[in-house]
């Protein structure tokens, strides 16, 4: 399987947020997440690194812009 897990970095520590991404696509200033079996998620933020050989994506919350 070539399924990668979704990692939230905060504060220097990783927490897992999805196993088994199947597909990852930005929507805006969200990522739409959904696994091998169809469950889905929306991470506010930005992708920080993507390993294809780790299988791993790594997330960060989207900081504030002062306009």
Known sequence: MCESNAYIEEN???????ETVDIIRPEGMNIYLRDFWGQEKVFKGRIKEISLLKHRIVLVRQECEDV
């Open 12 to 18: 220097g520590n990783e927490t897992l947020f999805l």
